[in-house]
């Protein structure tokens, strides 16, 4: 077989030597896991997703199909997580936003206590069988300070000095 050499192009290729590199953000709702999904799977007698934000384990929870199967402790946590995140009265419910956006509020607060990124996860672990890896709860409490001071340049030069300090305290109550 004879290798056939493409026709020369007529006008020259154009090169870029820039790159424009995008950082894709992930939610810190996409990277908090289910403890022992495997085992829960098994009393469940279905799969689930090892993802506690993900659409079918959120099904499961909000429908509280099967939770019956479930030992007592973990029943109580699955209720706890249930109620504590998946309560809303939107049309949507559980794929409005709310529960997403309360674990956040959630994982704030406990930044706020004084708790850094390991005893965070030890503390959502206890609370609801739910954990995340350290790094990850560190670069969203990084995001989030950043976030901040975003807001409070912004309010600095709007002139909103009550705002820009409201924004101070929240940014160093994460920084600590």
Same mark, same amino acid.
């Given at each position: *077989?004879?290798?056939?050499?493409?026709?020369?192009?007529?006008?020259?290729?154009?090169?870029?030597?820039?790159?424009?590199?995008?950082?894709?953000?992930?939610?810190?709702?996409?990277?908090?896991?289910?403890?022992?999904?495997?085992?829960?799977?098994?009393?469940?007698?279905?799969?689930?997703?090892?993802?506690?934000?993900?659409?079918?384990?959120?099904? *499961?929870?909000?429908?509280?199909?099967?939770?019956?199967?479930?030992?007592?402790?973990?029943?109580?946590?699955?209720?706890?997580?249930?109620?504590?995140?998946?309560?809303?009265?939107?049309?949507?419910?559980?794929?409005?936003?709310?529960?997403?956006?309360?674990?956040?509020?959630?994982?704030?607060?406990?930044?706020?206590?004084?708790?850094?990124?390991?005893?965070?996860?030890?503390? *959502?672990?206890?609370?609801? *069988?739910?954990?995340?890896?350290?790094?990850?709860?560190?670069?969203?409490?990084?995001?989030?300070?950043?976030?901040?001071?975003?807001?409070?340049?912004?309010?600095?030069?709007?002139?909103?000095?009550?705002?820009?300090?409201?924004?101070?305290?929240?940014?160093?109550?994460?920084?600590?």
């Amino acid at each position: *077989m004879r290798c056939t050499l493409r026709p020369q192009r007529s006008r020259p290729r154009r090169f870029s030597g820039v790159r424009s590199y995008t950082r894709q953000r992930v939610a810190i709702t996409d990277k908090i896991y289910v403890k022992n999904h495997q085992q829960l799977s098994s009393q469940l007698e279905t799969n689930i997703p090892k993802g506690a934000f993900k659409g079918a384990t959120l099904d *499961m929870l909000f429908q509280g199909d099967g939770l019956e199967k479930l030992d007592d402790a973990t029943q109580e946590r699955v209720l706890d997580f249930s109620s504590d995140f998946l309560d809303c009265s939107c049309d949507n419910n559980p794929y409005c936003g709310c529960p997403e956006r309360k674990f956040v509020r959630y994982l704030l607060e406990l930044r706020a206590e004084g708790l850094g990124p390991d005893a965070i996860v030890d503390v *959502m672990t206890d609370d609801y *069988m739910v954990y995340a890896y350290p790094g990850d709860i560190l670069s969203f409490l990084d995001d989030a300070v950043r976030t901040l001071e975003a807001a409070e340049g912004l309010a600095r030069v709007d002139g909103e000095s009550e705002k820009r300090d409201e924004i101070r305290r929240a940014k160093q109550d994460l920084a600590r």
